[in-house]
């Protein structure tokens, strides 16, 4: 996409029907529109976007800020309190408070508007992808401008063509697509560092879950557009990648020549000039020993995995259609341990999973306390609509779930301290990634095995890997020392 100019797209004639041209020939009609806005009001457009949920949205989000900058919208920071001509949701629905912040942000949005109604309000992602949702929306926030979901995202600037020539609200939700559009614009959020798709969607119907609901099912990109996406990535100036998908363990499936997720690694490991490689998220029942294999091997690949556990109960994850019971969980973590000791795991786990009894909570507990994880993501069991558990009659009380939430959380956390203490003293390689929020003198980095260290540095830093000798463990972060290289 870095190569092609805008300016010399036709746009006298039809739309082409073929993807990505047809796309660029829309950005190309909206920034000549906007150029003239701007132009008429003798300042920029500012457009904002704020992203909720997980890595594949924030991924999706960079893409639609690159088509937004495209346009000629300059972005604003979220601390900027500016009026944005051009504001943008990118929803999740995971759990029912996601979609709770995104009405709360609407009631807020809708006083915006009364003030200033040529602000474009747009609507996307995995919430949108419910069809009561977008009811919702229709009868009760009438003036949000642009709804689509999370199948046509490459199509914002052929939506806000159509909104801006009917000057109507414009509504597009697929119930599913099998195309993958490449070579779009991007916005990369960090310089250094940045998350790759190698697959959309999900075929698991873990029986809580809505993702699959909302993201259809699971596509896997061919292993050279990944591969050449990341040797651009790197040509730019990136040394880590995330590489991304809902279950990243069944990469390679169905594509028309099939390759292991551990495969693609080894493929990835060779690229030049790449330092670090993360991936997210594996689903126990398809991690192979020959991933083991490949990470214990690999110079690059993080000393870090995550790997949801979600119950420690066998009857409960049998119900929840993980397709792994405890002792075949507790198996694989040990296996992982022995083979890569220096790793670290962490997991997510949900609380109060219909008709989870105390003794099921205590399994729970049991992993927890045999595997050791160096963090844990802990969740509330929350009813999504349209999934199989939301129908279960045996819910669990609001006031039994909150006593085993503390209770794990409690649990969690002592281990974790435990742990963090015993790298103190240690010198890692650490990516640095940020200045210090609180102080400017410091910076914060990330250790291959995810674990956030502040030491004094300055803004040159960002983006280097350095030695840092750990001095004091703090909970979740430590604080260190960088050391001569
Ligand atoms: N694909 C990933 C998870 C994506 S969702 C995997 O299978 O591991 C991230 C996490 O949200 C899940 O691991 C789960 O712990 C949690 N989650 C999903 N649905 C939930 C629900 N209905 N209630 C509470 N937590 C949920
Ligand atoms: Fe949801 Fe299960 Fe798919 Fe993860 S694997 S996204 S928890 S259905
Ligand atoms: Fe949320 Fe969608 Fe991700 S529901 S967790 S943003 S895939």
């Known amino acids: 996409m870095n190569e092609i100019n805008l300016d010399l797209i036709d746009t006298t004639g039809e739309p082409p029907v073929a993807e990505p041209e047809r796309q660029y020939y829309y950005m190309a009609k909206c920034r000549a529109l906007i150029s003239e806005k701007i132009k008429k009001l003798g300042r920029p457009l500012y457009c904002q976007t704020r992203t909720f ?34 504001i943008l949701y990118n929803t999740c629905t995971v759990r029912e408070n996601a979609n709770l912040k995104v009405y709360g942000h609407l009631g807020y949005l809708k006083k915006q508007k009364a003030k200033n109604p040529d602000m474009i309000i747009a609507l996307c992602g995995c919430m949108m992808q419910e069809p009561e ?40 939700i697929l119930d599913s697509t099998k195309d993958i559009v490449e070579e779009l614009p991007i916005e990369r959020k960090f310089s250094f560092k940045s998350g790759v798709n190698i697959m959309f969607g999900c075929n698991n119907f873990c029986s809580y ?20 996406e990341i040797k651009n990535l790197v040509a730019d100036g990136v040394v880590e990648i995330m590489l991304l998908g809902q279950n990243v363990n069944s990469y390679g499936k169905n594509l028309d020549e099939p390759l292991s997720f551990a495969k693609l690694l080894t493929m990835v490991e060779e690229i030049e000039g790449l330092e ?11 991690l192979s020993d020959e991933l083991i294999e490949v990470m214990k091997h690999s110079k690059k690949i993080c000393k870090h995995l995550h790997l949801p556990m979600q119950s420690g109960s066998s009857h409960i994850l049998k119900v929840m259609n993980r397709h792994y019971d405890k002792e075949k969980y507790i198996e694989l973590a040990m296996k992982i341990k022995r083979e890569i000791p220096d790793i670290s795991l962490t997991t997510d786990i949900i609380v109060g999973f219909p008709g989870e009894s105390e003794e099921d909570f205590l ?35 609001a006031d039994v779930i909150k006593d085993r939430f503390d209770r794990l959380l409690k649990e969690v956390q002592t281990i974790s301290s435990e ?20 102080d400017a003198d410091y910076v914060t980095g990330r250790l291959s095995n995810n674990s956030v260290v502040h030491f004094k540095g300055g803004r040159e830093l960002i983006g280097k890997i350095v030695n840092v000798r750990l001095d004091q463990a703090k909970g979740f972060y430590y604080m260190g020392t960088m050391e001569e290289m």
């Open 419 to 438: 742990l963090t203490l015993q790298n103190v003293g240690k010198t890692f390689d650490v990516l640095v990634e940020d200045v210090n929020e609180h």
């Open 363 to 397: 399994d729970t507990l049991d992993v927890v306390r045999q595997v050791r994880y160096d963090s844990a993501y802990t969740f509330i069991y929350s009813k999504r609509t349209g999934t199989p558990a939301a129908k279960m009659e045996n819910q669990v009380p």
């Open 53 to 86: 949920g997980c890595q594949m949205n924030a991924k999706d989000s960079e893409k639609l800020i690159g088509i937004l900058k495209q346009l000629g919208y300059t972005e604003m920071s979220q601390e900027d309190n500016r009026e944005p001509d051009f």
């Open 276 to 286: 670090r490689i993360r991936f997210m998220t594996s689903h126990p029942k398809d």
């Open 133 to 172: 949702v977008v009811e919702k929306i229709k009868k009760s926030y009438r003036f949000v401008d642009l709804i689509f979901g999370t199948y046509n995202i490459y199509k914002l600037a052929e939506l806000i063509y159509e909104n801006w020539t009917t000057g109507k609200s414009v509504i597009e």
């Open 209 to 228: 879950c809505i993702v699959p609901y909302v993201r259809g099912r699971e596509r896997s990109r061919k292993p050279q557009d990944i591969i050449n």
